[in-house]
């Protein structure tokens, strides 16, 4: 198989607190377009044993272990939410290194680096409140149990991922030359249009934005998954001509 008849990998990098299950439905939707390769943070599901990252320096050191340096091939990022920062940081470190990129990274549902989110030192505040900011924010489902084993597990990740979020906002230095994209739910209150229009300031290349219906949690659903299979279609297309005398 040639290099430019491969599917482009589609590394997906989930929000705060989940952990690959988002993206179980996703191999159908993509067949022949991408193959997506979901992106397991440690501290959760079949890695719940070690210990969480919340640093960039961390977070770097253990993608590089688990999956190894950049693709030769072509390959695009998706990140949802704190997943967006990871793609966003992943490029710029990759630019910033003068290693090869993704040919396209995409954000959902994450506001921009320099955005005031109220969620920015939720991370420090106690349990109940915590909650109540999430819930606010349509960070976390409404009803979402409190108490119990539920608030022992899967809260103290949460708030793991979101001191790995402020360190990501605070490591932020300067727009991507890579093409970025950025996604907002139609009904997200915490990274609607309006928000997420904010990117355009941290993309020095190419830069798009689509909406899809949908709140926070729209990448449950199928649009998403569809629009990023014709995304990597074309990207697909793009390197095959590329490859072409």
Do not use: N
Request: glycine share 12%; net charge positive.
């Amino acid at each position: 198989m040639t290099r430019s008849s491969r599917l482009p990998k589609l590394f997906c990098f989930p929000h705060a607190g989940a952990g690959t299950s988002v993206f179980g439905g996703w191999p159908a939707l993509l067949a022949g377009s991408a193959l997506p390769v979901p992106v397991l943070l440690p501290g959760r599901d079949g890695r719940r044993r070690e210990p969480r990252v919340t640093t960039a320096r961390g977070l770097f050191a253990d993608l590089l272990r688990h999956h190894g340096p950049p693709p030769e091939e072509p390959y695009v990022l998706y990140g949802h939410s704190l997943g967006g920062l990871i793609a966003y940081s992943v490029a710029r470190a990759l630019e910033r290194a003068g290693r090869r990129g993704p040919e396209l990274v995409v954000v959902g549902a994450c506001p921009p680096p320099d955005s005031r989110t109220p969620l920015l030192d939720a991370c420090e505040l106690p349990d109940d409140r915590l909650l109540d900011v999430l819930e606010t924010f349509g960070a976390v489902e409404p009803g979402t149990p409190r108490g119990g084993i539920w608030q022992r597990t899967a809260l103290g990740v949460i708030r793991d991922d979101l001191r790995l979020a402020r360190e990501l906002r605070r490591a932020a230095d300067a727009p991507l030359t890579t093409p970025l994209l950025t996604i907002a739910g139609t009904d997200d209150p915490l990274a609607g249009p309006l928000v997420m229009d904010g990117w355009r300031a941290w993309a020095d290349g190419v830069h798009g934005r689509r909406t899809v219906v949908g709140d926070h949690h729209f990448v449950r659903g199928r649009a998403l998954p569809e629009l990023l299979g014709r995304l990597c279609k074309d990207v697909r297309r793009l390197s095959h001509a590329d490859a072409t005398p």
